[in-house]
């Protein structure tokens, strides 16, 4: 009976419920593949999860279209020498019912090892 509850109050209130819930930190890892941060100077290309080694969300903030997300990141590429620390900015819209990235800012990427 609390599983159906769950699931009935999942399904009424949409993406949201499901996008945002317990594991935020594993769906912002979802959301960030496909996506490229930064300039030419310094760039990221998020092209696996498995890339993300650390994610910390340091700051959110929401409005009721908007929610925007500091992060710190420990990355590593398998085709690049060296793990990065990042800082990222990301922006998210509400389209719909859904939350989409507007956009990926890079705050600082710095090589480690």
Do not use: H, N
């Not at 590593?76 to 793990?83: C, E, H, Q, R």
């Amino acid at each position: 009976m609390k599983r159906m509850c769950l699931w009935l109050t999942m399904l009424a209130l949409g993406a949201p419920a499901v996008a945002f819930g317990a594991s935020e930190v594993d769906q912002l890892k979802a959301d960030l593949v496909g996506q490229c941060m930064g300039g030419r100077e310094k760039c990221w290309k998020f092209r696996s999860v498995s890339q993300i080694q650390r994610l910390a969300v340091k700051e959110k903030t929401e409005t009721a279209d908007r929610r925007v997300y500091t992060l710190e990141l420990r990355l590593k590429d398998a085709d690049a020498s060296g793990t990065y620390a990042a800082k990222a900015r990301v922006e998210y819209v509400r389209a719909g019912v859904a939350w989409k990235i507007k956009q990926v800012g890079l705050l600082s990427l710095i090589k480690l090892e």
